[in-house]
């Protein structure tokens, strides 16, 4: 692997650990002002030192987010879709991978729409992000994102599109855990993470997904709502860390989360 790639994803993946807890901020790309995340800056500038990367689009990078004071970049460089437009998988590049570099990203996130209207669009455009990515030594994460229909978050759906996207060449994949998660870790040759996905009913669910998703493979988190819509957004995310990075329990997780919280 060339240096530039090999050094970005060790910022993302400590190679400590082997794992990672990235902080997702991107929903206003389809979502607008999403609950919590209305002031973005104000809501994750305590969050950030606890946070091995953040994903987000340049928009909110460039205005709120401290060039100064940042964990590595993972930017969101598709979209052009919105939640009450024609079809969420109408998503392509918004992003140029000259902007990636000027705003130093340690990667490029992508969205694939498998099985929906605009998978098409969606795959090839993840394919000429590759391509161009490649030269300059940047990884990128694709999302398999599922649009409305949570319910197609199943084993044989997810590993297809895993599969898929690393057979595209992508170099790190984001996608949600499920039931036999292990078979979506085993049809993919390279590092996954999992979305938190909506707001759980309690922060102990959100550390037991946390705690199944890395027993059954997944190199780590890349959470959003389940972090910065909790009331204890600060003990979440270090009870979060302490499972990914430092093998706790969920017991043990709960613990640190208890003597954290407010
Ligand atoms: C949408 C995304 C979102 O950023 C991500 O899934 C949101 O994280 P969470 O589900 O944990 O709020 O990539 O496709």
């Given at each position: 692997m060339d240096w530039g790639m090999e050094n970005r994803i060790a910022k993302l993946i400590k190679p400590e650990s082997g794992r990672a807890v990235w902080l997702a901020i991107d929903h206003g790309y389809f979502l607008g002002a999403v609950s919590k995340l209305e002031k973005p800056g104000e809501t994750v500038k305590p969050l950030l030192a606890f946070a091995d990367a953040i994903m987000l689009t340049r928009g909110v990078l460039r205005n709120c987010i401290d060039a100064k004071n940042s964990p590595a970049v993972i930017l969101r460089v598709s979209g052009g879709n919105s939640i009450i437009g024609e079809d969420l998988s109408k998503e392509a590049i918004t992003t140029s991978i000259k902007e990636a570099v000027r705003l130093n990203a340690a990667a490029c996130a992508f969205s694939i729409y498998v099985g929906?209207?605009?998978?098409?669009?969606?795959?090839?455009?993840?394919?000429?992000?590759?391509?161009?990515?490649q030269e300059y030594g940047i990884p990128v994460l694709a999302v398999t994102a599922v649009g409305k229909e949570l319910a197609k978050r199943d084993a044989r759906y997810l590993s297809l599109s895993c599969r898929i996207a690393a057979e595209l060449g992508a170099q790190l994949i984001k996608t949600y855990y499920c039931e036999n998660f292990e078979k979506v870790v085993n049809s993919s040759p390279v590092p996954l993470v999992i979305a938190g996905g909506p707001k759980l009913r309690t922060e102990r669910d959100a550390l037991q997904l946390a705690y199944d998703a890395v027993q059954q493979g997944a190199v780590g988190v890349d959470m959003g709502r389940n972090i910065w819509q909790s009331d204890n957004s600060l003990a979440i995310i270090q009870a979060v860390r302490h499972i990914v990075h430092e093998n706790a329990s969920v017991s043990q997780a709960q613990e640190l989360f208890d003597s954290l919280k407010n």
């Amino acid at each position: 692997m060339d240096w530039g790639m090999e050094n970005r994803i060790a910022k993302l993946i400590k190679p400590e650990s082997g794992r990672a807890v990235w902080l997702a901020i991107d929903h206003g790309y389809f979502l607008g002002a999403v609950s919590k995340l209305e002031k973005p800056g104000e809501t994750v500038k305590p969050l950030l030192a606890f946070a091995d990367a953040i994903m987000l689009t340049r928009g909110v990078l460039r205005n709120c987010i401290d060039a100064k004071n940042s964990p590595a970049v993972i930017l969101r460089v598709s979209g052009g879709n919105s939640i009450i437009g024609e079809d969420l998988s109408k998503e392509a590049i918004t992003t140029s991978i000259k902007e990636a570099v000027r705003l130093n990203a340690a990667a490029c996130a992508f969205s694939i729409y498998v099985g929906a209207k605009y998978e098409h669009q969606t795959l090839l455009g993840l394919a000429n992000l590759i391509n161009e990515a490649q030269e300059y030594g940047i990884p990128v994460l694709a999302v398999t994102a599922v649009g409305k229909e949570l319910a197609k978050r199943d084993a044989r759906y997810l590993s297809l599109s895993c599969r898929i996207a690393a057979e595209l060449g992508a170099q790190l994949i984001k996608t949600y855990y499920c039931e036999n998660f292990e078979k979506v870790v085993n049809s993919s040759p390279v590092p996954l993470v999992i979305a938190g996905g909506p707001k759980l009913r309690t922060e102990r669910d959100a550390l037991q997904l946390a705690y199944d998703a890395v027993q059954q493979g997944a190199v780590g988190v890349d959470m959003g709502r389940n972090i910065w819509q909790s009331d204890n957004s600060l003990a979440i995310i270090q009870a979060v860390r302490h499972i990914v990075h430092e093998n706790a329990s969920v017991s043990q997780a709960q613990e640190l989360f208890d003597s954290l919280k407010n």
